[in-house]
Nanobody
Framework: QVLLVNSGGGLVQPGGSLRLSCAVSGFTLDYYAIGWFRQGPGQEREGVSCIYATDANPWYADSVKDRFSISRDNAKNTVYLQMNMLKPEDTAVYYC?????????????WGQGTQVTVSS
């Protein structure tokens, strides 16, 4: 059974940091790209970042570039999203997802989401 479990969300002040985790099971993480998405209040879901199976040249949305960093630890079956210099507009539910055919193709399995709230 393929599972992706998100954790690490919470309430943080503007300028603060959080690290989200995506723990996977039921498949070999080494062979898959993993993406992070978010959906803010009243907004459509958008891609935030994606890391390829080869761990080369991760993709970032312009809105988070230079503030967020994606990484993976295949031995721990976990992908991380380090979020720094958080802004109120980063408030959203964050989801990780498995990309069976690379970051440019649609994901097939999703995590349950974790809430990130940036507020003073």
């Amino acid at each position: 059974q393929v599972l992706l479990v998100n954790s690490g969300g919470g309430l943080v002040q503007p300028g603060g940091s959080l690290r989200l985790s995506c723990a996977v099971s039921g498949f070999t993480l080494d062979y898959y790209a993993i993406g992070w998405f978010r959906q803010g209040p009243g907004q459509e879901r958008e891609g935030v970042s994606c890391i390829y199976a080869t761990d080369a040249n991760p993709w970032y949305a312009d809105s988070v570039k230079d503030r967020f960093s994606i990484s993976r630890d295949n031995a721990k079956n976990t992908v991380y999203l380090q979020m720094n210099m958080l802004k109120p507009e980063d408030t959203a539910v964050y989801y990780c997802a498995r990309h069976p055919n690379g970051c440019s193709r649609d994901p097939d399995y999703w995590g349950q989401g974790t809430q990130v709230t940036v507020s003073s």
